[in-house]
């Protein structure tokens, strides 16, 4: 407090003194260091003399000689929360406010009236009127206005540093979008979203925030006014609406349950409405083809799960000289600059392999975050189709383009291939594939029917060399002679109050762990469950953030899975590196123990091959296939339990059983790679 008192001292002598706008600019970062330093909260009690000052000096020195106020002025926020109410600043605010998005007003103009009029509202001691205000008008702005990408830089430290509550920016958006949305134009409206996207949802406190998925409805009702399938303006918006609401839902989603009403509610909703525009406006048909060549269609190149288990395969599949003689691969490219740019490292590891990668879109993206999501399907499917692609594979699942591509038939043989999004199912899709499928030609997944291709994942990705100085560094930097548990992924999907309390149960009767949950999404809100349901807990979870799996797949020590949302390619990976993971089964023992064994059974010369060149007798390879329960359990409970017993196991039993699942991997990577290989050639 005598720190506080200090600085209130500070900004006292530096107002009192005031001769002109740079003395108050001097008082204005005095709060800003102490906002960085202390918090926002630190003002709770503002003398009313600084007020008053600031009132006075802003209003002479800056407002009275016709001068502008810099937007970090707009800091005074948090000094004016509690202020009472005047009107010395009513006459300007006013003027601003009549003057915001009056005709032939640019939107640089724009974001300075709007900076004017909130921080007016904010002197008149209506602050909390003037944040709403602001956020109700900034989002009609062209997000890309050079004004604009100045107070994003500022808004993003503010809205961080003193904590804007996702309620009161939730509030204010519904507003605009239920009130005032259809009266936009065309670009105003793609602006609201942009600024959802790309401002909002990129605030630490906001990203993967649940409250998002309460505007859904609201989206939903907005996707389908726009879905005219006589309009190509109407068309192109909710092509991107589609995407938006698929990417801003689709990080929050936990469930198969919520895939599904997103698939039936808007893909397969849309997929009608895209085939009537492709009647209406007379889109060109493909013919028939036996070209050979199969497209690939991606949204676009990054290093994620995906992209290993497609490039793992595809090294696989075109490692045959007469399989490259016969198909020829083509990556079609959607290039969603929205999530991210395409990584060229990543795309050269394709063009490496012989894969033609087809990056075409750049003339849409100049448009940067208003580029034409309709444009950028039609020229798509004009370039698959001029190709004679014979079979196109998406691995999308919801994306506008993607779903246009196939509701309008691109190909005449189209595939969708699922990374775990088990009920994507719209019109036109001619067959489903996933690797997720235990070795199994086929597979049901809730309740749909796919072809198994097993995939070999490449080594390259699953157990790359990380120099142990590196692992070394990360691990000092958590607590020592501590068992290092956690997994890595979504943070939505450790997001389930019974697996929280499953951890922390586990964590209570060894008290010396601790959790790294290694991912981006929802923090704020997961620190608030584990707090509620243990506070002396808290401080053992430590969230890192997206971090490098290679890396911090040797500073875990046993990785316990996610349920029921379980962890995918990321699990695998952890693994592959002769560590233990613990999974809770979806089926009973009983069936577990049969399906093994059957297993086992069939591919028992395998088994007897790598069990041999191991040194390993096959019956007790036998027994650990079909029998060893270390590393899965079967209720909450026994999940428990299992955790409880791989943190106490001795090290000389855990090296041994880690050696027959590095064994049981071998076999694995043989069985997939051929397998693999034959059932998609078959399904070809």
Request: net charge negative.
């Amino acid at each position: 407090m005598k720190m506080l008192q200090n600085d209130y001292q500070k900004i006292l002598e530096l107002l009192k003194n005031a001769q002109n706008k740079y003395d108050i600019d001097l008082a204005i970062h005095q709060i800003l260091e102490i906002i960085q330093r202390m918090g926002s909260q630190s003002f709770n009690t503002v003398p009313d003399e600084i007020l008053q000052l600031f009132r006075e000096k802003i209003f002479d020195f800056i407002f009275a000689k016709g001068d502008i106020a810099d937007k970090s002025y707009l800091c005074l926020y948090v000094l004016f929360l509690n202020a009472n109410k005047i009107d010395q600043f009513a006459k300007l605010e006013s003027i601003a406010i009549e003057s915001l998005f009056a005709n032939g007003v640019s939107d640089n103009e724009n974001v300075m009236l709007l900076e004017l009029a909130f921080l007016a509202k904010i002197l008149n001691g209506k602050a909390k009127e003037g944040l709403e205000f602001y956020l109700q008008n900034i989002v009609r702005i062209d997000i890309h206005c050079l004004e604009a990408q100045k107070s994003i830089n500022l808004m993003l430290q503010f809205f961080e540093t003193i904590k804007i509550p996702f309620e009161i920016f939730s509030q204010s958006l519904k507003k605009v979008l239920q009130e005032n949305f259809f009266s936009f134009s065309y670009k105003e409206k793609r602006s609201v979203f942009n600024w959802q996207l790309h401002f909002f949802w990129n605030l630490k406190h906001f990203f993967n925030h649940r409250g998002w998925l309460e505007f859904y409805e609201i989206w939903k009702e907005i996707f389908y006014k726009e879905l005219d399938f006589y309009d190509a303006k109407k068309i192109d918006f909710a092509l991107y609406l589609q995407f938006f609401i698929y990417h801003m839902c689709g990080n929050n989603f936990s469930s198969q349950e919520d895939w599904k009403k997103f698939n039936q509610e808007i893909s397969l909703y849309a997929a009608e409405k895209y085939q009537q525009f492709a009647k209406h406006f007379v889109l060109p048909e493909c013919g028939y083809q036996e070209s050979g060549v199969i497209g690939i269609l991606r949204d676009r190149l990054v290093e994620n799960s995906p992209y290993k288990v497609e490039y793992s395969f595809l090294k696989v599949l075109l490692d045959n000289e007469e399989i490259k003689k016969k198909y020829k691969v083509k990556l079609y490219l959607m290039s969603l600059l929205e999530k991210s740019d395409n990584d060229a490292g990543i795309l050269k590891s394709y063009t490496d392999l012989g894969i033609e990668v087809v990056d075409i879109l750049g003339e849409q993206n100049k448009a940067v975050y208003y580029n034409s999501h309709l444009e950028k399907a039609l020229v798509l499917r004009e370039k698959i189709i001029k190709d004679g692609v014979e079979i196109l594979i998406s691995p999308n699942n919801g994306y506008g383009i993607s779903d246009f591509l196939l509701a309008t038939r691109a190909a005449k043989k189209q595939i969708f291939w699922s990374h775990g999004n088990f009920v994507y199912d719209i019109p036109c899709i001619d067959k489903k594939i996933t690797h997720i499928c235990g070795n199994q030609e086929k597979i049901i997944h809730e309740g749909y029917e796919f072809i198994g291709i097993p995939v070999k994942m490449d080594d390259c990705f699953y157990n790359p060399y990380v120099p142990e100085e590196q692992i070394a560094h990360i691990r000092a930097q958590y607590p020592k002679d501590y068992v290092v548990l956690g997994n890595i992924g979504r943070l939505v999907k450790i997001d389930h109050q019974e697996f929280l309390q499953t951890i922390i149960s586990i964590m209570q009767q060894n008290p010396k762990t601790i959790f790294l949950a290694c991912g981006g999404g929802n923090k704020d809100e997961i620190c608030q469950k584990i707090r509620a349901i243990d506070s002396t807990i808290s401080s053992r979870f430590y969230f890192t953030g997206f971090v490098d799996s290679a890396l911090y797949g040797h500073v875990i020590d046993i990785w316990l899975d996610s349920f029921p949302m379980a962890q995918g390619e990321s699990r695998i990976e952890f693994s592959a590196k002769g560590k233990p993971s613990l999974i809770l089964s979806t089926e009973n023992k009983e069936s577990r123990i049969e399906r093994l064994e059957r297993f086992f059974d069939l591919h028992r010369e395998v088994f007897a091959q790598k069990s041999s060149a191991r040194k390993i007798d096959l019956e007790e390879m036998r027994m650990f296939v079909c029998q060893e329960e270390s590393f899965v359990a079967f209720d909450i409970e026994d999940y428990i339990k299992k955790a409880n017993a791989l943190i106490l196991m001795p090290k000389e039993v855990l090296s041994h059983k880690m050696l027959l699942q590095i064994l049981l991997k071998e076999v694995n990577d043989t069985l997939r790679e051929n397998k693999g290989k034959k059932a998609f050639l078959d399904m070809l």
